[in-house]
């Protein structure tokens, strides 16, 4: 079983950067990759970035690309969710969970070991 635990959310002025970590415990050497996910108030969970736990393979949803960067910290068995210029669009709670196939996929039924999320709110 392995153990998800997000951090470094809060509130934040649009345009800004934050960075979300993803720390992993357990046994990690069973996980193909992470995955972060993000749930605004009345919708539906979507992915926004994953990686394969070798970090060879990257996945982005079209909304995201080239303002977000997912990576990942071998040693400290941590993936990371790089955020620059926040939007309000961008206020959700923030998941990561562990990937079931490789390459990541965009699905979250492919996904398990759901952390408990951390609050991202941007301010226009």
């Known amino acids: 079983q392995v153990q998800l635990a997000e951090s470094g959310g809060g509130l934040v002025r649009a345009g800004v950067s934050l960075r979300l970590s993803c720390a992993a415990s357990g046994r990690t050497y069973w996980t193909h990759g992470v995955g972060w996910f993000r749930q605004a108030s009345g919708k539906e969970r979507d992915v926004v970035a994953a990686i394969s736990w070798s970090g060879g393979s990257t996945y982005y949803a079209d909304s995201v690309k080239g303002r977000l960067t997912i990576s990942r910290a071998s040693a400290k068995n941590t993936v990371y969710l790089q955020m620059n210029s926040l939007q309000s669009e961008d206020t959700a709670v923030y998941y990561c969970?562990?990937?079931?196939?490789?390459?990541?996929?965009?699905?979250?039924?492919?996904?398990?070991?759901w952390g408990q999320g951390t609050q991202v709110t941007v301010s226009s």
């Open positions: 969970a562990t990937a079931r196939t490789v390459p990541p996929g965009a699905e979250s039924i492919l996904y398990d070991n």
